[in-house]
């Protein structure tokens, strides 16, 4: 019989006198041939582009690395139990590919421009994207709208074309024109999310910010809303002569 290493540091106990003495053999197999391609993945100094190579030539063997590394072990061990029910197979597959999961995830390395680094768990973030053309209710006005590209001029090597899409918006989180006069209704359009970063600050993306973003923006409203009526404000104002009271009433 084939003599197993035991000194890996992910190594478990294989073949044990738990498991009956005819599938010893097959099982040793089994987990060398999945231990091998897990040690091309993992192990060594290879640089990942030799790394994803051996694993493409070791791909055939294994069927596929990614989503069937797992699933095939415990199908033939069910197999050599004599075991072929579809429910089992069923059951075998979901076991064998949380297992694979939890190996991924217990050794995770992120690289980056700073090197690689080693984390316990990493929560990933799907970002935003920022295109005023996929909001069908803006169709008719996004020509219209002024965005950051059409602002600001980023520094040599610094240009980010998502951050140029950004509309550049006014104090009052409004749109404003991308040609002065063209389109002063954008002004009635306030943009209160991520939108508005770029513009205003992390003020209304978070729990953090709101407490500096909700005042402002209720103080902006509440002042469009007074400056739209002040020409009336004051001509009412001004024809206001309900008299209350007369001096020459007065007692002396």
Not at 199 to 221: D, E, F, H, Q, W
Not at 236 to 250: K, P, S
Request: net charge negative; proline share 6%; aromatic share 10%.
């Amino acid at each position: 019989m084939q003599r197993v290493s035991v000194d890996h540091y992910e190594n478990f106990p294989v073949a044990s006198v738990l498991c009956p003495a005819p599938l010893r053999a097959p099982i040793v197999a089994i987990y060398w041939f999945a231990r091998t391609a897990d040690d091309i993945a993992d192990e060594g100094e290879a640089r990942p582009e030799e790394r994803l190579r051996q694993l493409a030539r070791y791909r055939a063997e294994l069927l596929d690395y990614c989503a069937r590394s797992a699933n095939p072990v415990g199908r033939l061990l069910l197999h050599l139990h004599g075991v072929a029910e579809p429910a089992a197979l069923r059951q075998s597959d979901a076991i064998c590919s949380a297992l694979q999961l939890i190996n991924f995830w217990q050794d995770l390395s992120v690289d980056t421009p700073r090197g690689r680094f080693d984390f316990d768990h990493l929560l990933l973030g799907t970002g935003y994207d920022i295109d005023l053309s996929r909001r069908p209710e803006l169709a008719n006005l996004v020509d219209d709208i002024a965005l950051w590209s059409d602002r600001f001029v980023a520094p040599e090597g610094e240009a980010d074309a998502s951050l140029g899409r950004y509309p550049y918006l006014g104090r009052a989180f409004e749109f404003t024109e991308k040609v002065p006069g063209s389109a002063p209704h954008l002004a009635n359009i306030h943009v209160f999310n991520n939108g508005a970063v770029p513009s205003l600050g992390p003020i209304c993306n978070g729990i953090t910010g709101l407490k500096y973003g909700v005042p402002r923006m209720v103080a902006a409203l509440t002042k469009g809303l007074f400056l739209d009526d002040a020409d009336r404000h004051y001509a009412e104002l001004m024809a206001y002569d309900e008299v209350h009271f007369r001096a020459d009433n007065l007692e002396k």
